[in-house]
């Protein structure tokens, strides 16, 4: 079983900021920070409304995770613009992502089969600046093996349905989902593509998901950024870590 990596989304710092047109929390130190504690990389979704993360920020973010050697996430939409933006920073790893507008936060995966003769050429050009594509879906088969027919190295599952319904008291519902999750971490891995997570992750949900064999890495912020209100960011991102890092050893005993 591959280690399992924690990327931490620092957009929700970014919202708290922008609350008062202020120029803290500054999104850079929270991702300072979550590197100490133990985060393997930084996630930031540059919105085209800039609802949250800026332009500047993802500036100021590439800069540093280039320097402590850690990769930065661009969470992108598939539009001209995006791609112009990541295609000159050239990050480390492009998560390409549905998006609209009056939606609060992702409200489901990319429809990669409707959008393809948009997305794969996004891909190719992504690939070929050197970034590692990964695509946000839902654990649909159809999805997901679209997703490697258009070129993409990466799927990044949505969980959220999943923690929702867990949240809901709904156990059969929710077990429904997670089966749903395994098998498609199974064929997405059968494939050659690497698998990761996101999406609704707290410490209530996080232990299912993370036994999940196939899975190289889970991307959470929205739970660790309002955890980190109450112990901090240090003590949010170690504890999740230390969830993680249990179920994995479990799983594999």
């Given at each position: 079983?591959?280690?399992?990596?924690?990327?931490?989304?620092?957009?929700?710092?970014?919202?708290?900021?922008?609350?008062?047109?202020?120029?803290?929390?500054?999104?850079?130190?929270?991702?300072?920070?979550?590197?100490?504690?133990?985060?393997?990389?930084?996630t930031a979704?540059?919105?085209?409304?800039?609802?949250?993360?800026?332009?500047?920020?993802?500036?100021?973010?590439?800069?540093?995770?280039?320097?402590?050697g850690k990769?930065?996430?661009?969470?992108?939409?598939?539009?001209?613009?995006?791609?112009?933006?990541?295609?000159?920073?050239?990050?480390?790893?492009?998560?390409?992502?549905?998006?609209?507008?009056?939606?609060?936060?992702?409200?489901?995966?990319?429809?990669?089969?409707?959008?393809?003769?948009?997305?794969?050429?996004?891909?190719?050009?992504?690939?070929?600046?050197?970034?590692?594509?990964?695509?946000?879906?839902?654990?649909?088969?159809?999805?997901?093996?679209?997703?490697?027919?258009?070129?993409?190295?990466?799927?990044?599952?949505?969980?959220?349905?999943?923690?929702?319904?867990?949240?809901?008291?709904?156990?059969?519902?929710?077990?429904?989902?997670?089966?749903?999750?395994?098998?498609?971490?199974?064929?997405?891995?059968?494939?050659?593509?690497?698998?990761?997570?996101?999406?609704?992750?707290?410490?209530?949900?996080?232990?299912?998901?993370?036994?999940?064999?196939?899975?190289?890495?889970?991307?959470?912020?929205?739970?660790?950024?309002?955890?980190?209100?109450?112990?901090?960011?240090?003590?949010?991102?170690?504890?999740?870590?230390?969830?993680?890092?249990?179920?994995?050893?479990?799983?594999?005993?």
């Amino acid at each position: 079983m591959n280690n399992l990596r924690l990327g931490v989304n620092i957009d929700h710092v970014a919202t708290i900021r922008n609350a008062r047109g202020a120029s803290y929390p500054e999104p850079a130190r929270a991702a300072e920070l979550a590197l100490a504690a133990g985060a393997d990389g930084i996630t930031a979704h540059l919105r085209e409304d800039r609802r949250h993360i800026s332009d500047a920020d993802i500036e100021v973010l590439a800069a540093l995770c280039l320097k402590r050697g850690k990769p930065l996430n661009f969470e992108m939409a598939v539009t001209d613009e995006m791609l112009g933006i990541a295609l000159s920073h050239r990050p480390r790893a492009a998560c390409l992502v549905p998006e609209r507008r009056e939606e609060v936060t992702t409200e489901g995966g990319l429809n990669i089969v409707a959008g393809h003769n948009h997305i794969a050429p996004a891909v190719q050009k992504l690939r070929d600046a050197g970034s590692r594509v990964s695509l946000f879906i839902d654990a649909d088969p159809v999805q997901i093996r679209a997703s490697a027919e258009i070129g993409a190295q990466v799927v990044e599952l949505h969980t959220g349905a999943y923690c929702d319904a867990f949240r809901a008291g709904e156990a059969d519902r929710a077990e429904a989902i997670l089966a749903r999750l395994r098998d498609g971490a199974a064929l997405a891995g059968q494939l050659g593509l690497e698998v990761h997570a996101g999406h609704g992750i707290d410490y209530a949900t996080v232990t299912p998901i993370a036994a999940i064999p196939e899975l190289a890495e889970l991307n959470i912020g929205h739970f660790l950024i309002g955890e980190a209100i109450f112990i901090g960011l240090t003590g949010a991102i170690q504890r999740m870590r230390a969830l993680m890092d249990a179920a994995r050893t479990e799983a594999a005993a």
